[in-house]
Nanobody, 121 residues
Framework: QVQLVESGGGWVQAGGSLRLSCATS????????TGWFRQAPGKEREFVAAINWIDSTTHYADFVKDRFTVSRDNARNTVFLQMNSLESEDADVYFC??????????????WGQGTKVTVSS
């Protein structure tokens, strides 16, 4: 099982930036990617971005392309989500998860506790 701990959430003005971090245990063959998801109250959890630990291949949801960037520090087993040009619609609880590089929650068996992002106008 992979353990994950998110951090970096907080309060930011619209148009501002935040960087989320996800510290993980050592990736295994069956958990070779880290995904980012977000969820608002009453809404389904939605895919944001993912990165493959093997080759750093990334994938993004359409609504965050050109604004968010996912990267990794392999030495520290840490994944980052740099979020720029934040909008009110981005205000959600963000989760990182370990899995096999998909866009659906079912591909990620291990999850962090979530970190809340609040955007003010």
């Amino acid at each position: 099982q992979v353990q994950l701990v998110e951090s970096g959430g907080g309060w930011v003005q619209a148009g501002g930036s935040l960087r989320l971090s996800c510290a993980t245990s050592t990736p295994a063959f069956n958990a070779y990617a880290t995904g980012w998801f977000r969820q608002a109250p009453g809404k389904e959890r939605e895919f944001v971005a993912a990165i493959n630990w093997i080759d750093s291949t990334t994938h993004y949801a359409d609504f965050v392309k050109d604004r968010f960037t996912v990267s990794r520090d392999n030495a520290r087993n840490t994944v980052f989500l740099q979020m720029n040009s934040l909008e009110s619609e981005d205000a959600d609880v963000y989760f990182c998860a370990a899995g096999n590089y998909g866009t659906a929650s079912r591909h990620y068996p291990d999850w962090g506790q979530g970190t809340k992002v609040t955007v003010s106008s």
